[in-house]
T-cell receptor, first 113, second 106 residues
């Protein structure tokens, strides 16, 4: 079966712009979670969605938001980009809130200049 | 102090050696995950544990809930095992260790 698909793979944006990243989960998975990975902070949890509802949110400013659609695809949005938002953004999907494990996408590498 | 601590940070081994990576955590958890990340960023989930021990090929993962400690063992290590291994715990969200960079030399 197809894996978790993240688009785009690479993105360059300018400070102050906004960006939307997309994640298509494995077919049948209803839970999607998002993570930020930077060299300084490592992996950090952003948020998790299940059946279109945000279940949990990490400690990130309100500029980071997300949503999930009825087909379980998810998007995350970062507004008013800052240089420090440059990172690898990963999403993972699961069928039962991670209770059966997670499958990760390849990530979107965002560079803010 | 981080809620999830891994050791060692870096590990270099010769092909064939037995490898152990340790993870200690300080929060209550519903599950612990071991992840593998290769250069380029892709993450593969190796194990999810809530108790006991799991084995997959040359990889073995154990967890001691009372001691809040988990270990990942690699038997007969191979250069293709070279990667960053990350321990993560599920509470209401996911908390990650800083990772262990493993290099296996031929």
């Amino acid at each position: 079966k197809a894996g978790v698909t993240q688009t785009p793979r690479y993105l360059i944006k300018t400070r102050g712009q906004q960006v939307t990243l997309s994640c298509s989960p494995i077919s049948g998975h209803r839970s999607v979670s998002w993570y930020q990975q930077t060299p300084g902070q490592g992996l950090q949890f952003l948020f998790e969605y299940f059946s279109e509802t945000q279940r949990n949110k990490g400690n990130f400013p309100g500029r980071f938001s997300g949503r999930q659609f009825s087909n379980s695809r998810s998007e995350m949005n970062v507004s008013t980009l800052e240089l420090g938002d440059s990172a690898l953004y990963l999403c993972a999907s699961s069928s039962l809130w991670g209770r059966d494990g997670y499958t990760f996408g390849s990530g979107t590498r965002l560079t803010v200049v | 102090k981080n809620e999830v601590e891994q050791s060692p940070q870096n590990l270099t081994a010769q092909e064939g050696e037995f490898i152990t990576i340790n993870c200690s955590y300080s929060v209550g958890i519903s599950a612990l995950h071991w992840l593998q990340q290769h250069p380029g960023g892709g993450i593969v989930s190796l194990f999810m544990l809530s108790s006991g021990k799991k084995k997959h090929g040359r990889l073995i993962a154990t967890i001691n809930i009372q001691e809040k400690h988990s270990s990942l063992h690699i038997t007969a290590s191979h250069p293709r095992d070279s990667a960053v291994y990350i321990c993560a715990v599920n509470n209401n969200d996911m908390r990650f260790g800083a990772g262990t960079r493993l290099t296996v030399k031929p």
